[in-house]
């Protein structure tokens, strides 16, 4: 029977319940630290982030903070999680940890860094590079031969325009569109984006 640890019971938790179901898993289990969590999508809540080690089976983070979700990674051998109903090129790199949602599109070339989130209906084009414990989120775009640093959140139906790189640690606001580098952290929204 497969099992898989999830850490994190919270609604990024329950998609990923979700896609772990989708994919066969018969015994899944969320490891949390606030105590009045008891269960979440259904499926119970059995011990502590810190304890992962402690129990068998697959294991994920499912935390929606790039900083947490990096330091809860660090100890843990986590799988690569994807979706059946995403559409992923023959050609992709994926790093340890990352989570690809329903109806993503990830094409040829494309390089996705470890602890990543590749939302719903979000898509990265060829050649691009996503680093490490970045966010792609719910129907952002990033087009093709883009670079997009470590611990970078592209906000919700944002765009990132062809061969654009962005600093590590940014973060890009819903709908905003990206259409030159951005070489300072910060948060930038609008469109085209300007830092704020």
Excluded: Q
């Excluded at 269960?39 to 809540?45: D, H, I, L, N, Y």
């Excluded at 979706?83 to 940890?97: K, L, M, N, Q, Y």
């Excluded at 209906?121 to 970045?134: E, N, P, Q, T």
């Amino acid at each position: 029977m497969k099992k898989l640890v999830i850490i994190g019971a919270s609604g990024h938790g329950k998609v990923i319940a979700d896609i772990a179901v989708k994919n066969g898993y018969e015994d899944v289990i969320f490891l949390d630290d606030d105590e009045t969590v008891k269960e979440c999508a259904g499926f119970p809540v059995k011990g502590k982030t810190y304890e992962a080690n402690k129990f068998d089976g697959d294991k994920v983070v499912a935390i929606g903070n790039a900083v947490i979700r990096e330091k809860l990674s660090k100890d843990i051998k986590c799988i690569i999680l994807i979706h059946p109903d995403a559409v992923i090129s023959r050609r992709v790199e994926i790093g340890e940890g990352t989570v690809i949602m329903a109806g993503a599109v990830v094409n040829s070339d494309a390089k996705i860094g470890k602890g990543c989130i590749i939302n719903t209906g979000s898509s990265v084009d060829h050649d691009s590079v996503i680093g490490d414990f970045c966010h792609v989120s719910v129907g952002a775009h990033v087009a093709g031969t883009c670079h997009i640093g470590d611990k970078t959140w592209i906000g919700a139906g944002a765009t990132v325009s062809n061969n654009v790189n962005i600093c590590s640690g940014c973060m890009i606001g819903a709908g905003a569109v990206v259409i030159k580098n951005i070489e300072e952290v910060g948060t930038y929204i609008g469109c085209p984006v300007m830092r704020i």
